[in-house]
């Protein structure tokens, strides 16, 4: 599996003579960072006429970031409503250790930004290497340009439509991270638009 979920997108359609060339470190056929690897797809699959779909929605990635940022067992949550700060607290009996808060309540981490995604996307992608120990380096693969490759697409979108589809993307990330907890943080209310303050505009 894990070689899979790293072959780059645009191999996965391609005749198997082509993905027995990759695994073969073939020159023509390089493994780099400019290519997104499937595991970041929603089922891993995709769209060459629409290169963008499902990108960033795979599934291990989103497990990946519940299971750094809002503790192992909330990555086992597909509903991403809970973590181990929203458990009402109660009286610890004797011998008990005090819970500790998942990460992102100790970061006071709100929302889930593209740097956060990056961070995690470059952390799955060595967990499901064959490297035996950290490198920037993995063989043809630049783990540091992944990872900026990642921020430049959420950050430096080219027109108002990319923009409003990033936003978008981040807002579904926050509801599978976060669910309702922190809506308020990650997607504030426009109060200008609302009835309060149309009325006062009114009188």
Not at 64 to 88: M, Q, R, W, Y
Not at 96 to 110: K, N, P, S
Not at 167 to 178: D, G, I, P, T
Request: proline share 5%.
């Amino acid at each position: 599996m894990p070689g899979r979920v790293l072959c780059p997108m645009l191999s996965a359609a391609l005749p198997a003579r082509v993905r027995e060339a990759i695994r073969n470190y073939h020159p023509d056929y390089r493994v780099t960072s400019y290519s997104w690897p499937s595991y970041l797809y929603r089922n891993g699959h995709y769209d060459t006429k629409n290169p963008t779909k499902g990108l960033f929605k795979g599934e291990l990635l989103v497990k990946a970031v519940k299971h750094i940022f809002t503790s192992p067992t909330s990555a086992e949550n597909t509903s991403g409503l809970l973590s181990s700060c929203d458990f009402p607290k109660r009286r610890r009996t004797t011998g008990e250790r005090r819970t500790r808060c998942d990460v992102a309540g100790l970061l006071r981490m709100t929302s889930i930004q593209p740097r956060a995604i990056a961070y995690t996307a470059v952390q799955l992608r060595f967990a499901l290497s064959s490297a035996g120990s950290w490198r920037i380096m993995d063989d043809d693969f630049d783990q540091e340009e992944f990872y900026h490759n990642i921020v430049d697409y959420f950050e430096l979108c080219p027109s108002r439509e990319s923009a409003k589809e990033v936003e978008n993307l981040l807002l579904w990330w926050n509801q599978q991270v976060f669910g309702r907890r922190n809506v308020s943080e990650y997607r504030p209310q426009k109060t200008e638009r609302l009835s309060v303050a149309m009325t006062s505009t009114a009188r």
